[in-house]
């Protein structure tokens, strides 16, 4: 059985800090990307960064410089580094992994930036 297990949303000041974290667990095929999107209320989902196997990253424009993506292999893990968050970064973010057949979503974790 495949599991996306999220974890460190929460609630934090804007100019704070958190990190999510993603542990992929029942996927037989190699995985190709790791990452993660996110969704406010009101918009589509979006790409927030994704790591290739190889440990390629693309980070989307508005969190360039303020989050970092990185993948231990070894765990099928992923994390996203959050700093300097903004109101804006609020949303629900989902992790994701693309293999060769299929996709995978998480169920999401809530990210809250009060200003």
């Known amino acids: 059985q495949v599991q996306l297990v999220e974890s460190g949303g929460g609630l934090v000041q804007a100019g704070g800090s958190l990190t999510l974290s993603c542990a992929a667990s029942?996927?037989?095929?190699?995985?190709?990307?790791m990452g993660w999107y996110r969704q406010a209320p009101g918009k589509q989902r979006e790409l927030v960064a994704t790591?290739?196997?190889?440990?390629?990253?693309n980070h989307a424009d508005d969190v360039k410089g303020r989050f970092t993506i990185s993948k231990d292999n070894a765990k099928d893990t992923v994390n996203l580094q959050m700093n300097s968050l903004k109101p804006e970064d609020t949303a629900v973010y989902y992790c994701?992994?693309?293999?060769?057949?299929?996709?995978?979503w998480g169920q999401g974790t809530q990210v809250t930036v009060s200003s």
């Open positions: 994701y992994v693309h293999t060769r057949f299929r996709e995978y």
């Open positions: 029942g996927i037989i095929f190699s995985i190709n990307v």
């Open positions: 790591v290739t196997s190889g440990g390629s990253t």
